[in-house]
Structures are given as structure tokens and as C-alpha cells.
T-cell receptor, first 113, second 115 residues
């Protein structure tokens, strides 16, 4: 099992450009999450999904959109990138019952110039 | 609202020393879960332990041990005989037992173990 994978690993964008980050999991988890990690801020939840076709806002959703068309995939989109979105993005997934430890992907480092 | 406080921003020890990382949490839920994750210099987040609010037993796994005390809302993590490979950022996180299953993370503690 690959666990949680993220594509790409690193990306440089110019202000105003758009991009999509892909998260895939092969553990048949119901729940998936997108976090961003900034120095001194810990991890903050952007959006999450409790199942295929569902999404919900987290702590810092502005400037991002998400989609969960397939159970195994969770996409994070930036429609018009801003320098404030320079960060490391982590995807995670979990079961929806008692065994709901979140398992994280390796992260995507995004630099917006 | 949920909150996790890791008061120690950075800790530096010499190899073989014992070190304790503090975690204090706030929640109004009666059912909740506490976690510790390790983030080594390579950047990935590695799950270490999960503890639910009904289980106050301390746990030991090799050189790692965790002390959960509901009376003080603390879930501290001790590394015994630290090693250079323990150098990492350690995050404490809190999840509720409700329907949203979201985690609230502390800001992390950077542990540096010097040879």
C-alpha cells in the first residue's frame, strides 16, 4: 500500500496563476483533509471531506476550493494564487469510526512569487 | 472551542538525556482523542500515538512514553535516552468525538538532540 500520496511535491507559481494539488489514498478511508503548515503556526485545516461528493470548510478556507469526485482522491485548487498561499500543504485521510487516526501524505511545497 | 498549547517552542538536549515535551489541551467535549505526531527534517508527518479520553493509562513504547492526566488536561510525551534520530518537530493534536472528526494541532516543539 502506498498510503497517502500527493502530487506534485514542489511547485512554483506566479501571483494570479492557478493550480490543483492532488491527494490520493489507497486505504479506503472515508474522510480526507487538506492542511497548510506555516512556520510557527502548526497545521491548520483548509477543507475536509466526510465522503465521496462531500466537502466542508475548515479553519482557513479562503482562496481555496476542493472536490471529492472519487472516494480515493481529494483535490485542492487555487484559482488565483497569492504570495500568502506560500506554504507546505498536507493531505490526510482517516476512517470514519473509532479507528480514525489521520494518516498524512508527504506534503507539497508551494512557492507563490 | 478547542485549543492545544505546546509551550515549549524549542528544546535542545545532549544525546542520552531524557526529555519531556508538554501538551496542554482545552475542550468542552467529554469524548475526545489526543495524538502525537513526529515531523523529522525530511518533512513527513509520522503518527506516534492516539489516546481517547476514557483511557488514562500511561503508555510506553520502547524509549517513548506518554502521560495522560485529565485532571490537568495534559498529555505529555517523554523520550528516554534520547538519540540524534529523535531530532524533529513534535506535534500534539486534539480531536473531538463528534461528527466532524477534525484535529486541532498545537504549534509544535522543535527537539534537537546533539551528539
Amino acid at each position: 500500500n502506498a498510503g497517502v500520496t500527493q502530487t506534485p511535491k514542489f511547485r512554483v507559481l506566479k501571483t494570479g496563476q492557478s493550480m490543483t494539488l492532488l491527494c490520493a489514498q489507497d486505504m479506503n478511508h472515508e474522510y480526507m483533509y487538506w492542511y497548510r503548515q506555516d512556520p510557527g503556526m502548526g497545521l491548520r485545516l483548509i477543507h475536509y471531506s466526510v465522503g465521496e461528493g462531500t466537502t466542508a470548510k475548515g479553519e482557513v478556507p479562503d482562496g481555496y476550493n476542493v472536490s471529492r469526485l472519487k472516494k480515493q482522491n481529494f483535490l485542492l485548487g487555487l484559482e488565483s494564487a497569492a504570495p500568502s498561499q506560500t506554504s507546505v500543504y498536507f493531505c490526510a485521510s482517516s476512517y470514519s469510526n473509532f479507528a480514525w487516526t489521520q494518516y498524512f501524505g508527504p506534503g507539497t511545497r508551494l512557492l507563490v512569487l | 472551542a478547542q485549543k492545544v498549547t505546546q509551550a515549549q517552542t524549542e528544546i535542545s538536549v545532549v544525546e542520552k538525556e531524557d526529555v519531556t515535551l508538554d501538551c496542554v489541551y482545552e475542550t468542552r467535549d467529554t469524548t475526545y482523542y489526543l495524538f502525537w505526531y513526529k515531523q523529522p527534517p525530511s518533512g513527513e508527518l509520522v503518527f506516534l500515538i492516539r489516546r481517547n479520553s476514557f483511557d488514562e493509562q500511561n503508555e510506553i513504547s520502547g524509549r517513548y512514553s506518554w502521560n495522560f492526566q485529565k485532571s490537568t488536561s495534559s498529555f505529555n510525551f517523554t523520550i528516554t535516552a534520547s538519540q540524534v534520530v529523535d531530532s524533529a518537530v513534535y506535534f500534539c493534536a486534539l480531536g473531538n468525538g463528534g461528527s466532524n472528526y477534525k484535529l486541532t494541532f498545537g504549534k509544535g516543539t522543535l527537539l534537537t538532540v546533539n551528539p
